[in-house]
């Protein structure tokens, strides 16, 4: 299996369709036998589910996402854990264990038509200030 992360600063990213790394990992036998970080040069949202296959990833874990990137992993054939935060390592060991905690229906809400506040799922957090992503919502409380 090779699993990639969205990823920085060792962390799992929050907002996939704005990562500009992903820590790769092959797991056998529920161990990992080889980890490498990968730039995305630049590709994003939709590019990036053919970059993922391209590097030959079938498992992704990420925080936020979209639901075209979402599509666009499962036409590639890419198995998705979202709504996942923490340390990168620690996620990947977890998934290899089985104990991976995860949200099967994560949806990023910058998307669509949706208010920030409670129920908010993307877990940017601090991710409102990370210059490229502003918030459309207007109530964000920036």
Not at 29 to 45: L, W
Not at 76 to 103: F, Q
């Amino acid at each position: 299996m090779r699993v990639a992360v969205t990823y920085e600063n060792g962390e799992v990213y929050q907002h996939f369709g704005h990562t500009e790394q992903f820590k790769l990992y092959d797991v056998e036998d529920g161990k990992v036998t080889k980890e490498q970080v990968v730039d995305t040069n630049g590709s994003g949202h939709g590019a990036l589910a053919g970059f993922l296959k391209d590097m030959q990833v079938d498992t992704l874990i990420c925080g936020g996402i979209g639901a075209g990137a979402q599509e666009a992993l499962a036409e590639a054939g890419i198995r998705l854990y979202g709504g996942v935060s923490g340390n990168a390592d620690e996620a990947v060991k977890a998934l290899a264990a089985g104990t991976l905690s995860y949200n099967p229906n994560v949806q990023c809400g910058h998307h669509g038509n949706h208010e920030h506040g409670e129920g908010h799922s993307c877990g940017h957090g601090h991710e409102h200030g990370h210059g490229e992503h502003e918030c459309r919502h207007g109530n964000c409380g920036r």
